[in-house]
Nanobody, 117 residues
Framework: QVQLVESGGGLVQPGESLRLSCVAS????????MGWYRQVSGRQRELVAR???????NYADSVKGRFTVSRDDAKNTVYLQMNSLKPEDTAVYYC???????????WGQGTQVTVSS
């Protein structure tokens, strides 16, 4: 059974940084894409950033230039480095992986990021 374990969320002040990590375990097949979504209560979950197995990346316009997604395939881990955080970045951040061989995707339990002075 595939499990995703996230860490690194917390409370920071505007302008500060956080690094989220997500470790995937239990997948019998190679992970195609790894990424991060976020959701604010009452709103739709949105893509923040993702990276494919060939290191192609996609970012939401609102985080370009501030956030960086990376992955370590040897550790089945995806990271999200978040710099210059803003109050509007406050949300629950979810890790997501996509396995091409089985056309499946999996979600982490979510980690809260709060940016407030």
């Amino acid at each position: 059974q595939v499990q995703l374990v996230e860490s690194g969320g917390g409370l920071v002040q505007p302008g500060e940084s956080l690094r989220l990590s997500c470790v995937a375990s239990g997948s019998r097949f190679s992970i195609y894409a790894m990424g991060w979504y976020r959701q604010v209560s009452g709103r739709q979950r949105e893509l923040v950033a993702r990276i494919t197995s060939s290191s192609n990346t996609n970012y939401a316009d609102s985080v370009k230039g501030r956030f960086t997604v990376s992955r370590d395939d040897a550790k089945n881990t995806v990271y999200l480095q978040m710099n210059s955080l803003k109050p509007e970045d406050t949300a629950v951040y979810y890790c997501n992986i996509k396995v091409l061989a089985t056309q499946s995707e999996y979600w982490g339990q979510g980690t809260q990021v709060t940016v407030s002075s």
